[in-house]
């Protein structure tokens, strides 16, 4: 058998990224397209993850006989699904549709500790981000090394967020309602491929999207009217993946990947929450400073580097190292991690000659945000700080079924 049959798709079943880096759930990778002839596949993962932290003002919750300062777990388990179709109808030209829900996060923390007066909750925070997104691609390949595509993206984009608590100040009973919005972005991209030794190299550049919607904004329930309403403008952000694969001999492939997403420019401040800070900050300088409600400091970037290796004519084990740089974000009940180091274990059966089906594990190990050990409030973020970090991992079970025709 050739080295070159090994260098079929590479076993990236459950997703790479959480919420450690921004909202990322998927890295939105195209390889589905760059697979040969016609092409369908369909991915799904599950992603149970532990992370847990301390609250502040232990010395205020200990005069009052509270003893538990923990957190709880934060994140909620999730499904992950990914659909891709990729048809060849003549020699230079191709086409693909690519289904992912590329950005979302699922955070529910409910602070109830022991206390002489029984179990009652004196914080709680909900923050939960979907999003679908649809990719519609067309390639061109001059010759069978070169394949040069480009593409539309229509995505959705929905949101909701709720604050309860003393550690949330004035925000306390805050919720926020994101309503549905699609918008498009482009993407394009190029690919070089040595069919022989299994080689192949693809660059890919996706647009930010741009949203113009409307947040249901309350206090306790009752709408606010703190200035004359307005839509919200949300950019989702741009991004660039860089792939690779090569044969290292007639039975291992190596793989690797490295992906850059520009969540410095990404924030969202709803209308009535903008103009309830400014002020704040205008009256009270000393004590609060202008915060936007979710933003992130760094830019995010990861990469994995993985070896695929040929057991039998049909079977194939992978295993891949990846690591994530994060948001560079304090650690909140809103943002407990920062970027993680992950380990894959995955196995491939083909049941037939272009058909087969994939098993992935996959543990993330988050890493620490940066805490605040003091019982102050950090001024450049009011959103219910952390003093310490508990747990903080994950794992991830995933589940690929595809076929060439």
Known sequence: MKASSIGITILILSPTQLYCAAMERSDQSISAFLEKNN???????????????????????????INDFSTGNLVNDYLFTNIAIKLQPHPKYSIGLIYDQPLGVDIAYDYSPDSPLGKKTLESAKL??????LTLLTGFQPNQNW??????????FKGDIKLYGLSYSFLSGYRAEIEEDAALGWLAGVSYQIPEIAFKTSLTYRSAIH??????????????????????????????????????????LAYSSMRWVNWKNYQIQPTQFAAIINEAATQYPDLIKKFNLIDYQNNQISGKLGIAHRLTEQWISTSDISWDSGSGNLATTLNPSNGFWG???????????????????????????????????????????????????????????????
Request: no cysteine; charged share 15%.
């Open 147 to 156: 394949n040069i595509y480009t593409g539309l993206s229509h995505q959705t």
């Open 211 to 252: 949203y113009d919607t409307q947040v249901n904004e309350t206090l306790s329930n009752h709408t606010i009217t703190f200035t004359p309403n307005a839509t919200t403008k949300i950019q989702t952000p741009q991004s660039v993946n860089l792939d690779l694969n090569i044969a290292l001999n007639q039975n291992n």
């Open 343 to 405: 380990f894959g274990l995955g196995a491939l059966y083909k049941f037939k000659t272009d058909s087969y089906i994939a098993f992935g594990l996959k543990y993330f190990k988050f890493n620490q945000a940066k805490v605040n050990n003091s019982e102050q409030s950090i001024p450049e973020n009011q959103i219910s700080p952390l003093t310490e970090i508990q747990k903080n991992h994950a794992i991830a079970y995933g589940l690929r079924i595809a076929n060439h025709f």
């Open 39 to 65: 092409y369908v596949e369909l991915s799904i993962a599950k992603l149970d993850a532990q992370v847990s932290g301390q609250i502040p003002k232990h010395t205020q919750l200990t005069q009052l006989q």
């Open 128 to 133: 939960k981000f979907e999003s679908q997104n």
